[in-house]
């Protein structure tokens, strides 16, 4: 099966059972889903999430649970701005007054309490959290279809960052075990933390390692401009 015809299904079904919440529509969004919540205190009983220091998280919705809980916990949140425009935005949890980490974590006022940083001043990342569409049980993940959770990977292996442990959080309805293809560039995950339990994928495909230039077009560096930035940055080195 292809994977728009999965992406289709799964938002299909979350509104057929009506499992998912605002912001509506669900299609063409990583879904919020009911269970966020739970999905979000699972991981944070991993132990790889207490002992980590600096969290990387995207900004949507359905992963705002899990962002509140790491400047709750005293971590560091990392988040990619929308459509990595300007790259990262770094919150530390000395920066949001008590009780204001839900705001604070929330896509709206991230730049409020946050800071957008350069790529030489991204903190080592200690573990990642990605949203996703669907998911199979081996550690195949399928986002929006618009690559950036790929993208973002792919740029912390190329400043070399470390491999750290990936996860995401997703509603039970959205594993799948339909067969679909993977990409070299196509982030795996290591973990799937749902409503109910947490799956370890042991997954058999490995990550991307870096960006892989010859597919980036010169259009792409230009609606990224932190594409042109590490370009610039490896040229300058070499």
Do not use: C
């Not at 008590?98 to 896509?107: H, I, M, P, T, V």
């Not at 946050?114 to 080592?124: A, C, F, M, V």
């Not at 929006?144 to 400043?159: C, F, P, S, T, V």
Request: charged share 30%.
């Amino acid at each position: 099966m292809d994977k728009q015809a999965v992406r289709e299904k799964i938002w299909t079904q979350l509104e057929k059972e009506k499992l998912g919440r605002f912001p509506f529509p669900l299609k063409n969004r990583i879904p919020n889903f009911k269970g966020a919540e739970q999905a979000a205190k699972i991981v944070a009983s991993m132990p790889e999430y207490k002992s980590a220091k600096v969290v990387k998280v995207n900004p949507d919705a359905p992963q705002l649970p899990i962002r509140t809980k790491v400047l709750i916990d005293g971590k560091t949140l990392l988040m990619p701005t929308p459509r990595l425009k300007s790259g990262f935005i770094m919150v530390k949890p000395e920066w949001v007054p008590k009780g204001e980490e839900r705001k604070a974590a929330s896509l709206k006022h991230m730049n409020t309490f946050g800071k957008e940083i350069s790529l030489d001043q991204l903190p080592t990342i200690d573990f990642i959290v990605v949203g996703s569409v669907a998911v199979h049980r081996d550690g195949r993940r399928i986002g929006k279809g618009e690559g950036y959770a790929d993208r973002e990977y792919a740029i912390i292996r190329e400043l070399g960052q470390p491999s750290v442990p990936v996860v995401t959080t997703v509603h039970s309805i959205q594993l799948v075990e339909d067969d679909f293809p993977i990409d070299p560039y196509d982030l795996t995950v290591d973990w799937i933390a749902t409503e109910k339990e947490l799956i370890k994928t042991n997954t058999p495909y490995s990550k991307p390692e870096g960006i892989i230039w010859e597919q980036v077009s010169e259009e792409e560096k230009e609606q990224m401009p932190v594409l042109k930035e590490i370009w610039a940055m490896l040229y300058k080195r070499s």
